[in-house]
């Protein structure tokens, strides 16, 4: 099975809302119609302060996606690249599209000139955990949420 890694184009609506919809469906959250309509044209802004997006083909058929952003951090003078969403298609889990996607995402941080690329995940995330614990350095960070 061969991966083709590629950046998200506007033509790709109806397979990256799929997508992302069994991502969230993945983490039990639900957004809005407004919220599906104002990400995707964030995705396709081409704005470089604004989240960018690639899509995993498996002949041709969109399998996973992930979204990126790079950011200033107070730690060092390059920014850092934050990969905010990973998913992969239930059927072609564990075939190597996390490992394409995560190595697509470090090579647009590389090319951008970024520190590192950095991820969250949910500690019960095992499967993904073992791919991440393979390729990056997991760290003791916690993180908080207070809503506004």
């Given amino acids: 099975m061969s991966v083709h890694v590629r950046p998200l184009r506007k ?3 109806a397979e990256w809302r799929r997508l992302w919809t069994g991502y969230l469906d993945f983490y039990e959250t639900k ?22 997006g ?6 041709g058929k969109p399998v996973g996606l992930t979204h ?6 107070n730690w060092s003078i390059e920014d850092v690249c934050y990969l905010q ?23 647009e941080a590389k090319k951008a000139g ?15 955990r073992q791919l991440y614990d393979r390729i990056a350095k997991v760290t003791p960070f916690i993180k ?3 809503a506004v």
Avoid: C, M
């Fill in 31 to 52: 957004v809005s119609e407004e919220v599906y309509q104002t990400t995707f044209a964030r995705l396709n802004s081409g704005d470089t302060h604004e989240y960018s």
């Fill in 144 to 146: 908080y949420v207070k």
């Fill in 54 to 59: 690639l899509i995993a083909e498996v002949d």
């Fill in 85 to 107: 969403d990973l998913y992969a298609d239930p059927e072609v889990r564990g075939k190597g599209i996390g490992r394409a996607l995560i190595e697509a995402v470090h090579i």
């Fill in 114 to 128: 970024a520190h590192s690329v950095y991820w969250l995940t949910n500690q019960s995330n095992d499967t993904a």
């Fill in 68 to 73: 990126y952003l790079f950011h200033r951090h």
């Fill in 11 to 13: 033509s790709d609506e």
